[in-house]
């Protein structure tokens, strides 16, 4: 709610001045790195949540999904397309692993599990040409960035599985860009990009948030930046790539325009009110954060704001975990068993436990109250599970998704705020428990368009409710 509110408010700055901004720009923004069989990446979540952020404070309409399945994917795609019809700027973004076979680039969700070439076409991986077809084909303005150049994790398997000559390259194929349309790759195609420290934006991202919404930067003239910075940071180890058909001058940030009664230094001064404003409220959204990646898209959206140093010393206590908030937030380390760092845990140690419904509901909203945000239903889905390996991935546990009784243990002695209070809710109020489905805390809801997993090829999908052919 925070960047919802920060989103809005800027929005209403910006409208008040007199700037030239698109009336209707949508974005798809997704990081998949929980990766079920393959190696994850640690960094496309990370990477996801600021660049989304940095697109909300510009006045964009988000669509925004980590670490999704095939069907989660399918479903935020459905939903980007239907808003980004007749929209000004459409803009894709995505992080994680992607590749490329006999030409044609896919998105790999978490979940997918590709042993040969015809898994890939029968929708196992996400066909990029038709997804920005179905979803973006009616925007005026269609920019994408795909950083997701990395090594093709199912290589070996497709080209062993195939009985004829299978092009499997490294890195992704090259696109050609439509009218209208940016086209932007981590690195040149053929090529692998690095994906950066652990828990960091990779250096593609980090200067796409350093340098597209900057004020009055065109497009164009931004990803020429971009290029230049991911070019000095890796020591020329990656360029980022990108083809355009872009008809006229794309701003993402204008620029105010002066007003017309005025002159001298007057002009100068206008886009400095106006964007101090909307830097205000972002920082506003983000200031009692407990999250780094947030605190981090404010520094990248702002790398000499005015609450640089405020930004940079609450980061310091997160990570020092010295501030009163982060004790509140968190366990006591002297409580949980050594043995809980070395035990691992699979769905039969889970099943041990015996958790009902309550005590799973529970569970889910601990990991909320925590920082790890989850829908609170009682059921442990997909998205769950990921939730879960992050937050066992945080507390240094071995990594699997599922509990074991000591891990149950160590969550059930962490200190959440707030958790005994809205507990206690369902207990006297279960009728209403059952119809908010969250104790009354904010909880991320999906849109709902359940017939994700009806087809089973992901063109008929998007086909079907576009209608196009």
């Known amino acids: 709610m925070r960047f919802l509110f920060a989103a809005l408010a800027a929005i209403a700055v910006v409208a008040s001045s007199s700037v030239a901004r698109a009336d209707k720009r949508v974005a798809f923004v997704v990081g998949n790195g929980a990766y079920r069989n393959v190696a994850t990446l640690p960094n496309p979540p990370v990477d996801a949540t600021a660049m989304a952020a940095t697109l909300r404070n510009v006045g964009f309409d988000v669509v925004e999904g980590v670490n999704l399945t095939r069907n989660g994917m399918t479903e935020k795609l459905l939903d980007f397309g239907q808003r980004a ?62 950083d997701a150049c990395r090594d093709n994790p199912f290589a070996a398997r497709i080209r062993s599985a195939s009985t004829r000559s299978v092009n499997v390259q490294a890195g992704l194929a090259e696109m050609k860009s439509g009218e209208g349309t940016l086209i932007a790759f981590a690195t040149g195609p053929g090529q692998t990009a690095l994906d950066g420290d652990a828990g960091r934006n990779s250096p593609f991202t980090r200067a796409l948030i350093a340098h597209v919404t900057q004020p009055g930067v065109e497009i164009q003239q931004a990803m020429t930046e971009v290029r230049a910075q ?107 068993d050594p043995a809980t760092f070395t035990e691992e845990a699979s769905q039969i140690t889970e099943d041990q436990i015996g958790l009902d ?47 074991n009784q000591l891990q149950h243990k160590a969550l059930l002695s ?56």
Do not use: C
């Open 357 to 403: 419904r309550g005590q799973r509901r529970d569970v889910q909203r601990r990991l909320t109250g925590l920082g790890f945000d989850t829908k609170v239903t009682g059921k442990f889905d997909d998205e769950t599970r990921s939730v879960m390996r992050r937050w066992q991935a945080a507390r240094g546990y071995p990594v699997s998704g599922y509990l």
């Open 85 to 146: 019809q007749g929209a000004d700027i459409a803009l894709f973004y995505y992080a994680g692993h992607g590749i490329a076979i006999n030409g044609v680039n896919y998105l790999l969700p978490v979940d997918a599990d590709i042993k040969s070439e015809m898994d890939v076409k029968l929708g196992a991986a996400i066909n990029v040409d038709v997804t920005l077809d179905q979803t973006m084909a009616d925007a005026k303005v269609k920019l994408v960035f795909l």
């Open 230 to 336: 991911v070019s000095e940071e890796t020591k020329k180890a990656q360029l980022p790539w990108g083809h355009t058909n872009l008809i006229g001058s794309v701003y993402l940030n204008p620029a105010p325009l002066p007003a017309t009664n005025t002159v001298g230094a007057a002009p100068a001064i206008a886009p400095r009110s106006g964007n101090t404003d909307v830097e205000l409220e972002f920082w506003r959204s983000v200031r009692d954060s407990n999250k780094p990646e947030e605190l981090n898209a404010y520094l990248n959206s702002y790398p000499n704001g005015q609450f640089r140093s405020l930004a940079q010393a609450r980061l310091a206590a997160l990570e020092n975990g010295g501030t009163k908030d982060k004790q509140d937030m968190t366990r006591t380390l002297t409580a949980v």
């Open 414 to 469: 962490e200190i959440v705020a707030n958790l005994q209070s809205e507990a206690a809710e369902p207990e006297s109020h279960p009728s209403r428990h059952h119809a908010s489905g969250g104790g009354g805390r904010r909880y991320y809801r999906s849109s709902g368009g359940g017939g994700g997993g009806g087809f089973p090829l992901f063109g008929g999908m998007m086909g079907g409710l576009f209608g196009r052919h």
